[in-house]
């Protein structure tokens, strides 16, 4: 058992452990008594500390084997570290400027050394509920998304690497569960992980469940992601993932990572996006309206998809043929390069909108809502809310093959109750 060592830290302990890695030490310099050790973390699953010294300073994460939202009745794998570890070097690789660097895997401890992003980073979800703009953040998120997804697709690689790769994320076997569970399945049932406000949205959760409709396309959504190995997701794109300046973007927390479709990574990230949006309307004061701020938000779903496409098809055109999906031999004319580009950024658009709904709906009415919604203090304007997230979510849902364009999309949102 890889883990029989394991041991799960606190603030106490974290800085004797720290002691015993002779490279950590250098780092921060001096010695423990010099050391500052602040646990931090925020997330639902695990234990973040963030240790300062004399010389320099670092974040460790440490996994435990449960969910850490809901406790130890919920065991959960500590091989999430490992995963998330070899995602981030991977992302690394792919978006240097974009990630965290890793200094230090202890994969029995699981646990993750890795870059102190300083203040003023703060977490992307937290400046979208201040009202921040963050002018270079479609640009970052198309460029992430678009090196690491198509980087680790059939389009950049042949199919016995990719395989090899598959096969390795496969182990990420409970994480993706998880997933299954928490996002394709219990919303649409009663399970006792659920909640949502009650009892205003009682009849709302009612008509989801009997909604035949919500459940074909969510069970096309789900197929897919156990089944397509498209490309390796960061699994978690939520704008909890995100840290961000005004000018620097940072992708966190990719222990989700897996080979599955493109779709559900832009989905997250575009999802959350809009969740931010529609609780904009919670946020306004009479000293601030928002107004202007929406139209920002809705400028960036809408910049995002733009630019996104835009350099994955610049990915795709500098290396035609490097991957074993469409050989030059057989795509073999200019035009039929456009054809099958087109028909793969179409369906590409239509996973994205169909995860982007299914992300939206797990976080009105099942397990770990978002703060965007839960800081609204006002009940009556909260449900507001989270009653039009729900409406313009199942919507998406069921008519999002009559969307072809982004801007069809972010006026359908502009004009949504
Ligand atoms: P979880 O997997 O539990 O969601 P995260 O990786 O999202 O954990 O981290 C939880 C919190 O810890 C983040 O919201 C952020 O505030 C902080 N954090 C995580 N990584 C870093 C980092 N590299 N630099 C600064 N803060 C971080
Ligand atoms: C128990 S569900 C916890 C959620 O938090 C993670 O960040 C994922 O989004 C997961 O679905
Ligand atoms: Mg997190
Ligand atoms: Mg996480």
Redesign the pocket.
Known sequence: DIHASFKPLDETLVAGYVESQPGLVTILGGTSADWNVKE???????F?Y?LTGPKGSF?L?QALPYV?CVGESWPMTLERAYFETTVLREHGRLASHLV?VVYHFDHPMALTV????APP?I?LRKGLIAGTVYPLLAQHMAEFMASTLFHTSLLALSTMKHRKEVAHFCGNIEMCRLTEQVIFTEPYMDAANNRWSSPHLDTDVQALREDSAIKLEIAGLKSKFCERTQALLHGDLHS??I?VTQNSTKI??P?FGFYGPMGFDLGAFLGNLILAYISQDGHATSQDDREGYKLWLLKTIGDTWQLFSEKFLVHWDQNWGSGDAYKKEVYNTKDLQLLVQKSFMSELFQDTLGYAAAKMIRRIVGIAHVEDMESISDVEKKVTCERRALTFAKHLLKERSKYSDIRQVCNALQGSR
């Open positions: 931090v973390g925020d997330g639902n699953l695990n973040v963030i974040v994460k850490r965290p890795m870059e102190y992003l980073h977490i909890g993932s840290m966190i927390d222990e």
